[in-house]
């Protein structure tokens, strides 16, 4: 039995806790800094908890002595701390940040580890890249990758046409930097929030826009083979003008503890989502110019006793599939793993992987 450590005891890292325990091939400790956190826990009986300060750098080197590996379902800005203390104990790190700055010093640690470091493990960055690096590879030159997600509520019912399904700071931080595109075969970075547009899905209009880290390091493993590479996050109409307003005309990217107090305190949070996941890739095959797309849908549901958000079980189920697969020796066992480098058919044959695959059947063309 193989022990880990979850740190963040929120509800991805409740959901990914309870998903690893269940199996009885992982040893599962959730620490955090908040007793009171701990004390909610939605998770089983079999998850272990410990109340440690993530900044105290020789508490969390202690917890993590001798452990397999930690997976990180902390906010984005502790990212760097866990990476640091994984790679001074020797343990294989998992992440979830959508935060560049955050995965580039994940990179720099990875260099000397003697363990793997595999960050941005989760829906987008993370699940994306594996579906959109699949469909890529079937070309034989590229034209264009367009990534879309959303984590929506089935039942909105506000002018934002949005509840708080994941977490607020990464939120707002994807709303707020700079964003990786290329752009007529250049690599630059585009303004969040822009660039919006309009489709269709099972009869429902979507809007989609820039937001920063969902490529994860996709641009860099595709620059110079293609055309157009961009990712945008999913809303119902309406969302991105008045999240514009409140972020440039009010002045809330640079008060962002602000906006945050806002959200949390205006917006409902609510486990009756939907993930939606849109992938289109075109290029030449064979000198014709085609097109193939992923679509997908994944909604909450009961897991166990439980019942847990589509956010929640597309997140944890990514990062406990390529922990999964890590354990059984399927991914390099020593430095940087990018998500691209995983096979989307053995994803989703994994036990955790194959959370996607509800409607995968009907939105992915088998070669």
């Given at each position: 039995m193989k022990e880990?450590?979850?740190?963040?005891?929120?509800?991805?890292?409740?959901?990914?806790?309870?998903?690893?325990?269940?199996?009885?091939?992982?040893?599962?400790?959730?620490?955090?800094?908040?007793?009171?956190?701990?004390?909610?826990l939605e998770a089983s009986s079999a998850v272990r908890t410990?109340?440690?300060?993530?900044?105290?750098?020789?508490?969390?080197?202690?917890?993590?002595?001798?452990?397999?590996a930690v997976l990180s379902a902390a906010p984005f800005h502790l990212t760097t701390r866990i990476a640091e203390a994984a790679a001074a104990t020797g343990v294989h790190y998992l992440d979830l940040t959508e935060d560049v700055a955050s995965t580039r010093r994940v990179r720099e640690l990875a260099a000397t580890a003697?363990?793997?470091?595999?960050?941005?493990?989760?829906?987008?960055?993370?699940?994306?890249?594996?579906?959109?690096?699949?469909?890529a590879s079937r070309f034989d030159t590229l034209d264009s990758v367009r990534m879309r997600v959303g984590a929506l509520p089935q039942y909105p019912s506000n002018a934002l046409n949005y509840n708080l399904t994941w977490s607020t700071d990464g939120v707002i931080n994807e709303y707020c930097e700079p964003c990786e595109a290329i752009v007529e075969g250049e690599l630059v970075e585009v303004p969040p929030l822009e660039e919006r547009e309009e489709?269709?899905?099972?009869?429902?209009?979507?809007?989609?826009?820039n937001t920063s880290g969902g490529l994860g390091t996709l641009c860099e493993t595709l620059k110079g083979k293609v055309r157009t590479l961009n990712y945008r996050t999913i809303r119902y109409?309406?969302?991105?003008?008045?999240?514009?307003?409140?972020?440039?005309?009010?002045?809330?990217r640079h008060r962002r503890e602000v906006l945050k107090d806002i959200l949390e305190n205006a917006l409902p949070a609510t486990l009756q989502d939907v993930v939606v996941i849109f992938v289109t890739v075109?290029?030449?095959?064979?000198?014709?110019?085609?097109?193939?797309?992923?679509?997908?849908?994944?909604?909450?549901?009961?897991?166990?006793?439980?019942?847990?958000?589509?956010?929640?079980?597309t997140?944890?189920?990514?990062?406990?599939?390529?922990?999964d697969m890590?354990?059984?020796?399927?991914?390099?066992?020593?430095?940087?793993?990018?998500?691209?480098?995983?096979?989307?058919?053995?994803?989703?044959?994994?036990?955790?992987?194959?959370?996607?695959?509800?409607?995968?059947a009907a939105g992915r063309l088998v070669a």
């Open positions: 880990i450590v979850v740190v963040g005891a929120g509800k991805i890292g409740a959901t990914i806790a309870d998903l690893l325990a269940s199996t009885g091939d992982y040893s599962v400790t959730v620490i955090d800094r908040a007793q009171a956190q701990l004390d909610a410990q109340c440690v300060d993530i900044e105290d750098e020789r508490a969390l080197k202690a917890v993590l002595t001798g452990k397999f003697g363990t793997a470091f595999i960050p941005q493990c989760g829906l987008a960055p993370g699940f994306i890249s594996i579906v959109a690096n699949d469909l489709f269709s899905l099972d009869g429902v209009t979507y809007e989609a826009f109409p309406g969302h991105a003008a008045i999240m514009k307003a409140l972020l440039n005309d009010l002045g809330l075109s290029g030449r095959k064979s000198g014709r110019l085609m097109q193939e797309t992923y679509a997908n849908k994944v909604y909450s549901r009961h897991i166990g006793t439980m019942t847990r958000s589509a956010i929640q079980i997140t944890a189920s990514a990062i406990c599939a390529v922990l890590l354990a059984n020796g399927d991914l390099p066992q020593k430095g940087f793993v990018r998500q691209e480098e995983i096979a989307l058919d053995a994803f989703l044959a994994n036990r955790f992987g194959a959370a996607y695959a509800q409607a995968e």
